[in-house]
């Protein structure tokens, strides 16, 4: 009774139900994230328990097309196995992906969750210490590490022109910036805060990248290319946004993410 | 010139002639020997000992006053974390282990099957042949890590409709393809090991192509070619951890994992015992049976 | 008279540019042995090898029991069925025990059942005094011994014509006897034979024919006594002076 | 006995007896022989065109008009974006070539070392013996990823100072390791190889025990094991690039980094094929080695 | 009467619980040849081992020109500059030329000069007609003219005594004449030798002296005439007899 409205451009909630939803396995709603998942998007790398940004913007989705927190069940994808072309093994994904044209060739997106710049993580005393400008850093002959397939690998090698260590993900770029092997890792936002605060000794943001990439219309949840899902999902990212639950989700995770300079 | 010889007590045509369990006795000049023989051996396993200690001991003293030691013990041997994530670190074994026997099991059948084709003659398996050399070629040839890529992310980029997705069974499927390169190569260079007389023998006694292959080449080829197949086996255990990059968590990765939340490397020292743990008795297994081998064949030269 | 069991009629073969066996013509009446002497590279090998197919001639005719066995159209297989071959060395199967090894043809090729074809090796091995090794692998037996079996194997086919090939050139001195004996008791038998030896005891005491075998052809033959004794040709006679020279009669 | 034989011509003692290369014709039966077999092979030949036209052809048919074709074609084999990409991926390969370089030499001399260390018999070495065993059993049974994590981000967490943090520099250390355990067990287990009967003869002629390794045990061992460390050298450059795991770009990384980027896997086969470029010469060579020294021992084996 | 190159004076050898040699006595005067027969495992090889140093012997003396060379502290390298030994086979270093195989121990043990060692190695060669192998590598020979090199190698080094350890059993029947010949000439010139053979013809041709070694032990001994035609022990008529039915002389 609901296929044939499903194709409707306006959105008639009805369609969105779990009963309706061509999820993988009925009834329930597979989300993925990262291995491990990172503060402050996923809290202590269990994204069941609903606490982290990206964990409670999926529970409010999955509350907001119907399901509960039990028909919530969690994978882990690496992040550039997500992004390739190809059928997946979630409903949708989310671990920072930013929307950009070239991905949606190949995935869908929903409408963005969050917008967030690029920032370089570093420490003190680093060769990127006290650097305020973009082209400081490009003159400071630092190292600048970033993993593979992400956008912010596209900021040190379009926006800033350097060649970049290419890490399999944040977590072994991280590793590298622990042991000075490089000068700064660049990550979203957030992330930087996370890390210069917490896992990185003496860590401090250089800066933010405003607009790194003018092609990125900030984070979005990832589905699989003209997924089923993709209208829904899109639907109640709008529905979290207009209602104000997103907000409330943002202050509460990602309240400290406030100013960090900008590089220019 | 026969005299000046003396041939002492001589044939001794007395006692029994084949009596030689019986009494004997070192003589005096044995024993002299033998007091020098065994001072030497003395001063030799003192040498050997004091070498030992010295070495050992300054290595072990070095190591343990450097600056550093309290640091490297605690990054890399903090035993009490090691054993809080071995339970993680075995989960992710699980997977290392349930590839290489999925993995080592169909490999030994494609493997053997591309070595019969590579050695047959017939001619209607021509052009088998020429696909044959030419996968085993390429395989053998080209990067694991790129063939997982490629298999991994690359297949399931073609929506080809009703093919798995699973990251899991892709990646499974690259070790496959990669691995039967490398048996096929090692049965086939076995069975042209076994001597052409052999094969004779066998076509002496009537014995049809396809019947000499069963019952006289091929095991001999196998006992032949167990050691280097083990030596495989081992590499193989090793390599199923390079599926991780398409996101499957085994060992590796999940000591990689751990290390990357806690910035301790004791996980991956767990990692490397738990690996080595099964490694070491493959490749001991592996090193006798080839010590074996060539005891034999010294044997046989001297003959 | 019966019929000859071989007959050979100017046989030649070459390996590439080089002539290895050129005019080769002799006949091996039923229950003889044919003994073929000469240098290391002669031909002896190939000459074997030929009549048991294991060669491909390059002109004349090799005829076992009055059939052209050199036809194009000759199944090789069917031909060794009659045939039984020793060779000098790498004759066992190493992977299989001596009673294995006997019956690995009967059973295989001839379709004998498991049964009878033990009990056929059985005493094949009980009447040359091997029963005790049945179940020995290879490796365990002298060099003798294992020539033994090797020619016990190839007779547990009931073969027209067994071709021996220098079995005992990779053998010890004092092991050249049992085997010698054994091929000296299959003559008594009857057993048609064509061997290729350095062993001058060989020739002289199986022998019913020798022939000399110079740079591929046969360059004389006859009783044994004739071409061991009072050889007629120049390089028959330096043959065998070295042979009586480096110690064997 | 000794009637009834023929002899056709005889000893043709009437030509010069070795006159061999003479005007030789076949004859009619073997003319008749040689049409029969003529035919027989043309049937064959026949049977493998026809076999391979068949299956090559199918092949090619199945796999260009079936509904993805397209798709693969454009997903794994789009030259233009190939040829795009290429210098980047050459770019990442010398990574490969200059770690195969430096790793090479110094395994090869760590290697040897190692291996004369272990068939050593002074007692003064025991403690070097001992723990040149077990630096080859650990190192022979622990993944490459593994070692080159312990190392590439172990050593500088330990924040030694002077010692280096770099990547490269480690990330090479640990392939140097690595494989220096495996070429130290193939030449020791050449070494062994090597007939003691040749030991003997030296030492009879009065060569002392290191001349005896140097000019006789050696120069034979190295030809023996030639084979199996021409098929460790391409296992090294195939292994190269997993020290992109640390951050350094090699080959396969650059090309991971341009498929992210394109969605397009036509990189990695261009990776692919820069490998094989270098690896299939190598195994090629590897086996004619191998080949040769297998004829030459059957031949031994037939004298 | 020169005193003896060689005196063994009741020399026993075990292999763990086998015994293999035991209560050997006997003398080599200089310029003569000993010559041990028996059969296969009655322990001639480990005899000649022994003497080489290459094992290390039980009980009992071993003297060299009346040097305890099984005391405790001799050292083997010294003593072997006085031996010369060859094998049944693998005696050419298969990695170099006849030549360099021939100077090796010249230069670099006895620090002989590079050219003075290929000079004396030109003179022996072409003594026993083998100049033109001098570039040759040892695959490219037969076994006899290997075997030969092996002998010319012991020989650049001007041993006291030479042991020779079945040198022609792993070779063509026709080729151990050459062999044979060649150490035919070393005795007539005043070579002192030990052999270990099952070959008579050397025995009858070379020997001053053959010992019949059965089990380990020497069982009778005395001018070949008498051990080869006359032995009085029952073994030693057993083991000829064997011998000459296997068709050596
Ligand atoms: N497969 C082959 N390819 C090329 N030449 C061969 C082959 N087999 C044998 N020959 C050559 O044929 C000639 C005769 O060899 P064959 O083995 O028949 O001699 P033989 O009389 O048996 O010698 P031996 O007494 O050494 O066994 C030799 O010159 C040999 O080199
Ligand atoms: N290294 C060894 N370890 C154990 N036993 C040995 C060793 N070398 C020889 N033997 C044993 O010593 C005995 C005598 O062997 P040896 O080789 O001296 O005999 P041989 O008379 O030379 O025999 P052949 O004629 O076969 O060469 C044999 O029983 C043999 O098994
Ligand atoms: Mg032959
Ligand atoms: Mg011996």
Known sequence: SSSDESGTASGDTTTCTPDALQTLEAGVLTIATGEPAYYPWVIDDAPEKGEGFEAAVAYAIATELGYDQAAVKWVRTTFDAAIAPGPKTFDFNLQQYSITDERKEVVDFSSPYYKSNQAIVSFKGSKLDGVTTLQGITDSGAKLGAAVATTSLDVIESTLGLKASVFNDNAAGVTALKNKQIDGLVVDLPTAFYLSAVEVPNGIIVGQIEGSDAADQGFGLLLAKESPLTSCVTKAVDAIRDNGTLASITSKWLADSAGAPVLK | MSENRGRGSGGNSGSAPYDFGGAWQPSEIELARRVARKKRNQKNALIAALSSALVLGTLIVVIVTSPGWVTLRNTFFKWAYGVEVLPKILLGFATNATLTVIAGTSVALIGLLVALIRTSRTPALTPFRFLATIYVDVFRGVPLLLVILLVGFGIPALQIKGLTNSVLILGTLAVIITYSAYVAEVIRSGILTVHPSQRAAARSLGLSHSQTLRYVVLPQAFKRVTPPLLNDLVALVKDTGLISILGVTDAVRAAQIQTSKSFNYTPYVMAALIFLAVTIPLTRATDRMLRKSLERQNAQGQA | ?249
Not at chain 3, 20 to 39: K, Q, R, S, Y
Not at chain 3, 185 to 193: D, I, N, R, V
Not at chain 3, 222 to 249: C, M, N, Q, S, W
């Open chain 3, 1 to 249: 008279m019966s019929a000859p069991v071989l007959r050979i009629e100017k046989l030649r073969k070459s390996f590439g540019a080089e002539i290895v066996l050129e005019d080769i013509t002799f006949t091996v009446p039923e229950h003889t042995a044919t003994v073929f002497i000469g240098a290391s590279g002669s031909g002896k090998s190939t000459l074997l090898r030929c009549i048991n197919l294991l060669e491909q001639i390059d002109d004349g005719v090799i005829k076992l029991d009055g059939q052209d066995i050199s036809a194009a159209d000759v199944n090789p297989d069917e031909v060794r069925k009659k045939l039984g071959m020793v060779f000098q060395s790498f004759n066992l199967f190493p992977h299989m025990t001596v009673l294995e090894n006997i019956i690995l043809a009967p059973t295989k090729v001839q379709g004998v059942s498991q049964d009878e074809a033990v009990d056929q090796a059985f005493k094949l091995l009980e009447r040359f005094g091997l029963r005790d090794k049945a179940d020995q692998y290879p490796d365990r037996l002298s060099g003798g011994q294992q020539q033994r079996v090797a020619i016990i194997r190839s007779l547990a086919r009931s073969p027209r014509l067994l071709l021996l090939d220098e079995i005992t050139s990779a053998l010890d001195p004092v092991l050249v006897n049992e085997v010698l004996s054994t091929v000296r008791e299959l003559k008594s038998e009857g057993m048609t034979m064509v061997l290729a030896t350095h062993e001058m005891g060989f020739a002289k005491q199986v022998a019913n024919e020798v022939c000399y075998l110079h740079q591929g052809r046969i360059l004389e033959w006859g009783a044994p006594e004739e071409i061991l004794e009072a050889p007629k040709r120049a390089e028959t006679r330096e043959f065998i002076k070295r042979v009586h020279d480096a110690g064997r009669l």
